[in-house]
């Protein structure tokens, strides 16, 4: 059985809500954050770099990482798309999300990773932030006379999720974003995605 490693919150929405469409049985476990689990002993042995998520495989071994557990779960389940330049589109799309979304928020939540100093924070953050907010007015235009990503639903449209909801959460003007709104309301629509935000206590 898979055992998903998460944070209420966190990026590793994506795969909860991935698994928890899958049908297939699945062992959720919290990495508490307010307690620094992520840095414990036993955690850092899953993921060295003391990260949410961490998919714990059906041999027991752990797989770290957005942009390999997305594409596993969705080739396990359907969600990915079997036609080569479709797949060339979810990688270009999960590569943006992992490596200029994610970091541009990461910038403002985690100043500390990318300066020693914290004067320095104050300028990384609204930085961060700045960068985050226009990564989602890109999304925005991504999605115009789209209903997915994708041909069809994917692994990417939990990935891309996400980052409405850290909008949301920073009280970012994201209501202003027509399309992401829609697109959060379908999402909205699915059973499986409105288990998970009331799991997670996710503001949508
Ligand atoms: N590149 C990783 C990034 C994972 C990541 O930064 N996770 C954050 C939560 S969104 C985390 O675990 N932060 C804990 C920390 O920095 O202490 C991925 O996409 O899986």
Not at 148 to 168: C, E, K, N, R
């Amino acid at each position: 059985m898979l055992t998903l490693y998460y944070a209420p919150g966190a990026c590793s929405l994506a795969a909860h809500i991935v698994l928890e469409e899958s049908g297939e049985r699945y062992t959720p476990r919290v990495v508490d954050f307010s307690k620094t689990e992520q840095r414990s002993e036993a955690y850092l042995k899953l993921n060295p770099l003391g990260r949410v998520p961490v998919l714990g495989l059906d041999n027991g071994q752990p797989l770290a990482e957005n942009t390999a557990i997305l594409p596993y779960l969705g080739k396990r389940f359907g969600l990915w798309p079997a036609d080569p330049l479709m797949e060339a589109k979810a990688l270009s799309l999960i590569g943006f999300f992992a490596t200029s979304v994610h970091p541009a928020y990461a910038h403002f939540s985690r100043p500390e990773r990318y300066a020693a100093d914290p004067a320095v924070f104050p300028v990384l953050k609204q930085r961060g932030l700045e960068t985050f907010h226009g990564c989602l007015k890109q999304i925005d235009g991504m999605l115009a006379d789209r209903t997915w990503f994708l041909d069809t639903y994917s692994v990417i449209d939990p990935y891309a999720f996400v980052f409405y909801t850290w909008g949301i959460r920073r009280e970012l003007p994201v209501r202003e974003l027509k399309n992401y709104i829609a697109f959060k309301d379908r999402m909205l629509e699915r059973a499986a995605v409105r288990r998970i935000v009331e799991a997670e206590n996710t503001p949508t």
